[in-house]
């Protein structure tokens, strides 16, 4: 079942003039529920709301952190899911099939489905390379998780294609922004180094929540500042975040080899704090 618009049906009904469809006029959250509950949520709601504003979309006064949360939360109780649940909530423009819009209302749809609730750490090979047919713009629109992700899915296919886990993307600096599903962070002897936001990637929820877990170990300088390609190669450690996986180790770019030191130290403290709160 799927909520549209607050009401939950058992099918989605395909609207031609969606706007979403047509234009990519929308934004997303893709959330992780554990144990019934969102799982960041507060972060999310409040990026939510950014980015509508970025996107110039009017927030309907019902928008409120609690009724959102209360329509994902009714939808996992509707598809009997009590454990772990994938949710994406979609919120797009209302209107007719042209670029101005000619209403200011916005729809939403979400949908849920069953995940394994906490993280674990997948050891297995997760190789990656640099993704350069298209390139990721230094600004504003980047950071926010719109409906248009073509970069992302040419990218995936690229992947796919060619044997490998994930791709690296570059922004037209040609420095590493991020990886294709997530955030990247890059360890380098004690410094933990990931691109800031102005750098074009997205503003990961994980991201946050890495950023403050590994400021709390002494061993470690965190900054924020722009990875070369030359950089991966000099690199102990790589890794990407997201909130539905939480973290992946890159065992392997090029010919690089990589551990998953930090990633196995982080991911328990994660874990840890998913618990205690």
């Not at 959330?31 to 409040?46: A, Q, S, T």
């Not at 009590?82 to 209403?103: H, I, K």
């Not at 600004?139 to 044997?163: F, P, Q, R």
Request: aromatic fraction near 8%; hydrophobic fraction near 40%; glycine fraction near 6%.
């Amino acid at each position: 079942m799927v909520n549209i618009n607050g009401e939950i049906l058992s099918d989605s009904s395909f609207e031609i003039a969606n706007r979403g469809f047509l234009f990519g006029d929308g934004v997303f959250e893709t959330m992780k529920i554990v144990r019934g509950k969102i799982l960041f949520y507060e972060d999310h709601y409040f990026r939510l709301m950014s980015a509508m504003r970025i996107v110039r979309m009017e927030i309907p006064m019902s928008f409120t952190p609690e009724f959102i949360e209360q329509q994902i939360l009714n939808l996992a109780i509707s598809n009997n899911i009590s454990d772990g649940a994938r949710v994406r909530l979609t919120v797009f423009r209302s209107g007719s099939a042209q670029y101005l819009p000619q209403s200011k209302e916005v729809s939403f749809v979400i949908s849920a489905e069953p995940l394994v609730a906490g993280y674990s750490l997948d050891h297995s090979a997760y190789e990656v390379d640099l993704f350069k047919d298209y390139h990721i713009p230094k600004h504003l629109l980047s950071t926010v998780k719109s409906t248009n992700k073509m970069v992302n899915v040419i990218g995936s296919i690229y992947a796919d294609e060619n044997g490998l886990q994930n791709c690296l993307l570059l922004n037209e600096s040609k420095n590493v922004v991020e990886a294709l599903q997530g955030n990247l962070f890059m360890l380098m002897g004690n410094r933990l180094i990931t691109p800031p936001i102005t750098e074009g990637c997205l503003n990961g929820i994980m991201r946050k929540q890495i950023l403050a877990l590994a400021k709390k170990m002494d061993t470690l300088e965190v900054v924020e500042e722009p990875i070369s390609p030359f950089d991966l190669q000099k690199a102990d450690e790589l890794f990407v975040s997201n909130v539905i996986k939480g973290i992946q180790p890159i065992t392997k770019y090029r010919k690089k080899e990589y551990v998953s030191t930090l990633s196995t130290q982080l991911l328990t403290r994660l874990n840890a704090m998913i618990m205690l709160n």
